[in-house]
């Protein structure tokens, strides 16, 4: 593009795409992000490539699927040299690229996230709102500095008051950012906490919920014997019944918790305006992946692929320059959000990438109903390296068609079949349904091209017949 404009990448961390009220949910409390809609582009069907956190990060921070970044699981050692990210990209070509909050590309256990050779020039860091870290933990640090202890005030039965919440943190590391005067443009990636695990919002938000008043959790008693046979599949936690976990007051704890970012984020994009930078802003709201938040028995995150942990925010605003209140139901995957942010720096995008632009969409150019014909998702990692199957091990791979999703655990003779016109929540598996045997073996076979096609490192560049 001609003129570079400033990026405000904000990154919420394990939010499902049923969580905004301008798109559908009149539960929730969004009253900036509803705005956001109203002013951009919603693409209602953005997935993304992992359900866990450090391959879905990895992958959108190169532009490539996580299994050709070779990071494909949380926990890990350190990060490849090769892809670089694309904010190292992007700062070598010229922009002030600062991170506040979460990078998670590599393991923080028991440390401090190493850097890598990132491009930020402004680096605030806060892997998760506990003080586990000695040092190097910037938010943690802020807290204490204000006389707080976060150990004590998550137990407490306030919690974490909003104005010592990582949140706030996150806000008011990002307002100082967008306020210093500089003579080019900036990236800043915005990577809160919230509203991952553990529920527990401020109590002041909490307390605007009732949680009988909401419709709780997607569950049928069937969901039960379908995850039984699965049991083998890595999960985080057990399956239970909603009432067997309080169900509805966790869905308000975590409503409560995006309550708390949207009234945030609100700080910030008047800190946009009033340094007279909005109209030169581009503005992305996005999450890394979903939450289960109960559905078919299931807290939290895994190896599974329903629309709660694949199906995430996304929505670009950009006033004057793309399209306004545009609901764009059409198949991207959160790596097109990678292409489009390196186009809008005016950067070509490197042969090895794997995105597709979202800039025709978003200007006008191109239809909104359609961009990929299928999207994909994967989730690769074993409990021993020596491990290529059996117990402890979970290899599986997600193909999404605007009608059908196909999942297949690997190594295991297990798989999920659901038609999505008919069975949008994913309660009836036709994966063993001899009517549904052909559209199966078609979508296997798609599904198999796709990752041989979209996931084979073939090595070196040829530079001649032999």
Same mark, same amino acid.
């Given at each position: 593009m001609s003129d570079r404009p400033n990026i405000l990448w904000y990154c919420t961390d394990q939010q499902r795409f049923d969580t905004i009220g301008a798109l =559908?949910?009149?539960?929730?409390?969004?009253?900036?992000?509803?705005?956001?809609?109203?002013?951009?582009?919603?693409?209602?069907?953005?997935?993304?490539?992992?359900?866990?956190?450090?391959?879905?990060?990895?992958?959108?921070?190169? =532009?490539?699927?996580?299994?050709?970044?070779?990071?494909?699981?949380?926990?890990?050692?350190?990060?490849?040299?090769?892809?670089?990210?694309?904010?190292?990209?992007? !700062?070598? !070509? =010229?922009?002030?690229?600062?991170?506040?909050?979460?990078?998670?590309?590599?393991? !923080?256990?028991?440390?401090?996230?190493?850097?890598?050779?990132?491009?930020?020039?402004?680096?605030?860091?806060?892997h998760a709102p506990r003080d586990d870290w000695p040092v190097g933990h910037d938010y943690a640090d802020w807290v204490r500095n204000q006389g707080g202890d976060l150990n004590q005030l998550r137990e407490s039965a306030d919690r974490v008051p909003a104005e010592l919440h990582q949140t706030t943190w996150a806000s008011d590391m990002a307002i100082d950012f967008v306020r210093q005067e500089r003579d080019r443009p900036w990236l800043l990636s915005v990577n809160i906490y919230d509203p991952h695990p553990p529920f527990i919002p401020p109590r002041s938000y909490f307390d605007r919920f009732n949680p009988s008043d909401l419709p709780g959790p997607y569950f049928r008693e069937s969901d039960l014997a379908q995850q039984a046979k699965l049991a083998a599949i890595d999960f985080q936690g057990e399956v239970k019944r909603p009432e067997e976990r309080s169900g509805k007051e966790i869905q308000a704890a975590y409503y409560a918790m995006i309550a708390l970012i949207?009234?945030?984020?609100?700080?910030?994009?008047?800190?946009?305006?009033?340094?007279?930078?909005?109209?030169?802003?581009?503005?992305?709201?996005?999450?890394?992946? =979903?939450?289960?938040l109960g559905d078919h028995g299931l807290l939290e995150k895994g190896c599974r692929f329903y629309e709660g942990l694949v199906r995430v925010p996304l929505i670009f605003s950009w006033p004057g320059r793309f399209e306004q209140n545009l609901q764009c139901d059409a198949l991207v995957e959160l790596l097109d959000k990678t292409a489009s942010i390196l186009e809008l720096a005016g950067l070509p995008q490197p042969e090895y990438q794997q995105g597709r632009s979202l800039l025709p969409i978003l200007t006008g150019e191109q239809d909104p109903h359609e961009h990929r014909p299928f999207v994909r998702s994967e989730y690769f990692d074993a409990l021993d390296s020596h491990f290529t199957g059996g117990d402890g091990a979970a290899y599986a791979t997600m193909h999404r068609t605007r009608t059908h999703k196909l999942t297949v655990y690997h190594g295991h003779q297990l798989g999920e079949l659901y038609d999505l016109?008919?069975?949008?929540?994913?309660?009836?598996?036709?994966?063993?349904?001899?009517?549904?045997? !052909?559209?199966?073996?078609?979508?296997?076979?798609?599904?198999?091209?796709a990752h041989v096609l979209l996931t084979t490192d073939v090595g070196s560049r040829r530079i001649a017949p032999m």
């Open positions: =559908g949910n009149p539960y929730v409390q969004t009253p900036t992000i509803d705005r956001l809609v109203g002013e951009g582009v919603a693409f209602t069907h953005a997935y993304c490539q992992s359900p866990i956190c450090t391959p879905s990060r990895s992958s959108f921070l190169t =532009g490539m699927y996580p299994s050709r970044v070779h990071n494909t699981r949380n926990g890990n050692e350190s990060f490849p040299p090769f892809p670089p990210v694309i904010t190292k990209l992007i !700062a070598d !070509a =010229g922009y002030d690229c600062g991170l506040i909050g979460k990078f998670h590309l590599q393991s !923080a256990g028991r440390r401090t996230e190493p850097r890598i050779d990132d491009g930020y020039s402004s680096w605030k860091f806060s949207d009234d945030q984020f609100a700080r910030l994009l008047s800190a946009l305006e009033e340094s007279n930078q909005r109209d030169n802003t581009v503005i992305i709201f996005t999450s890394d992946h =979903g939450e289960s016109t008919r069975d949008p929540w994913e309660f009836d598996n036709l994966w063993d349904d001899p009517a549904s045997a !052909a559209i199966k073996h078609q979508l296997i076979q798609e599904s198999f091209d």
